[in-house]
């Protein structure tokens, strides 16, 4: 007990409080070549007072006779506004042909889900989570990972990251590994989204200037002056969006410049076309001036 584990699933459940169906499932998740799914109760699963969350062998009734799997999980309902989640106790359970899932039929109390400002429903969304490790496997195993609307996480300092994250951050950390010590908010949705803000703000920065408008300077620096304010160190950011400010403005000046010189040399060029014609006309002046007279010119 107390272990991290294999993995780390975020269920994003929509229109969560105008679902008619009794029961709902996600999407199904691979562990250890074990497919998993979490099944849900929207109002309950004989009691009408809670909501009912299970986790649940995907597909148990195909696997062959005899089939057992031993996974320690935990799961939780996601505060979105505060770090106050609810999240039941670890389990160790065996699950097998007479009890594929288990969970917690009073899992919370519905009226707590559905209270104004709980933070457990936002926009229509609740958001479940389950962390589980597969212990041991007994029978057929599934090996093939399915495409899947779940969103899979993966734990980078602390921080619960998409797959497509994980490397720029974990090189963010070997660069910076104090940049997330001042940080305190523990609410894992939090966390995720600060992460994601750092990212965006990076990928503004790595823009060149033409691309960068103003505005995008002025909400980057916007952001950061928040994420600081959350307790991230980042002067070495700080210092790199004042360099790209500064060649955008620099840009900005060289472009004007360049106009300018264009405009002069545009003119240039037109005086000294009407120069190299009046030259031409000279020239024809002086040739027909130089010409010796003739016979017929004379007589």
Request: proline share 3%; charged share 25%; with cysteine.
């Amino acid at each position: 007990m107390g272990k991290h584990f294999n993995k780390k699933i975020t269920w994003v459940i929509k229109n969560f409080s105008s679902l008619q169906s009794k029961e709902i499932y996600s999407d199904h998740f691979v562990v250890n070549g074990c497919k998993w799914c979490l099944s849900v109760y929207p109002k309950g699963n004989k009691v009408d007072t809670h909501l009912s969350l299970f986790l649940e062998v995907a597909n148990h009734g195909s696997l062959p006779s005899g089939w057992r799997r031993h996974a320690r999980y935990i799961l939780t309902i996601l505060n979105q506004c505060s770090e106050k989640n609810f999240q039941m106790k670890e389990a160790q359970q065996w699950f097998d042909e007479k009890c594929s899932n288990w969970g917690r039929r009073s899992m919370f109390p519905l009226d707590k889900i559905h209270a104004k400002d709980s933070g457990f429903l936002i926009n229509g969304e609740i958001k479940i989570v389950v962390e589980i490790e597969v212990l041991e496997v007994i029978g057929k195993v599934d090996v093939t990972e399915e495409t899947s609307i779940i969103m899979e996480t993966i734990d980078i300092n602390g921080f619960q990251l998409l797959p497509s994250q994980a490397k720029s951050v974990s090189r963010m950390f070997e660069r910076h590994s104090e940049i997330a010590s001042g940080f305190r908010p523990n609410n894992p949705s939090l966390r995720t989204g600060y992460m994601s803000l750092l990212l965006c703000l990076i990928e503004s920065v790595c823009q060149s200037p033409q691309e960068l408008s103003k505005d995008d300077l002025y909400d980057a620096h916007a952001a950061l002056e928040s994420m600081t304010s959350a307790g991230f160190k980042l002067d070495w950011l700080e210092k790199k969006l004042y360099e790209v400010s500064k060649n955008k403005e620099n840009k900005e000046a060289s472009e004007i410049q360049l106009q300018e010189m264009e405009k002069k040399l545009e003119d240039m060029k037109q005086k000294c076309s009407a120069m190299e014609a009046l030259v031409e006309k000279k020239k024809a002046k002086v040739s027909a001036e130089n010409a010796p007279l003739s016979f017929d010119d004379v007589v």
